[in-house]
């Protein structure tokens, strides 16, 4: 195996009360940490959606690897269809219905889960499903206070490299 080419940084955020550290194959800088800020900010969710606001994934207590990426891989199918499923809610009006919240409240994926639960029980069908757009929408937001955390820009002050 070959040596890969990394670099080992971390940045100062205030808001985070601890520096963060990034290993990259790119030369860090202000904007890699910019980067890796967004993507933070997008999967979090998810992680919480499969361990357990969604899925309690926790609670399969699978530890094969070979049964967990199988698991996973469902997983992500029925995420996909729930998302698409929430798309038409959204699409048609419908999102009040199930979301109670004044600000958007529930992720996409709680709301297209929500839509499934209700369609079983009435026994309706699914609906054909909406097209998902090619940019995510905001996170989901409970409150205000919530939804001017999501809105906060993250900037570092400094960022040291410890490999080159």
């Given at each position: ?31 890699t ?33 070979q ?72 996170p ?25």
């Amino acid at each position: 195996m070959q040596d890969i080419e990394c670099h080992l940084a971390t940045a100062h955020l205030a808001l985070a009360g601890e520096p963060w550290s990034v290993l990259s194959d790119v030369p860090p800088s202000l904007q890699t940490f910019e980067v890796y800020g967004q993507r933070f900010g997008g999967i979090e969710p998810h992680f919480k959606d499969y361990k357990s606001a969604a899925f309690e994934l926790i609670r399969s207590h699978l530890r094969d690897p070979q049964a967990l990426n199988c698991l996973l891989m469902l997983l992500a199918a029925a995420t996909l269809i729930a998302i698409a499923v929430a798309v038409v809610v959204v699409a048609e009006g419908r999102r009040k219905m199930l979301d109670w919240h004044s600000q958007r409240g529930l992720s996409f994926l709680q709301l297209g889960l929500r839509e499934i639960k209700r369609l079983c029980y009435q026994h309706l069908p699914i609906p054909s499903l909406a097209t998902l757009a090619q940019k995510s929408p905001l996170p989901a937001a409970a409150s205000l206070k919530k939804r001017a955390q999501f809105e906060t820009r993250i900037e570092f002050s400094r960022v040291t490299v410890f490999s080159t």
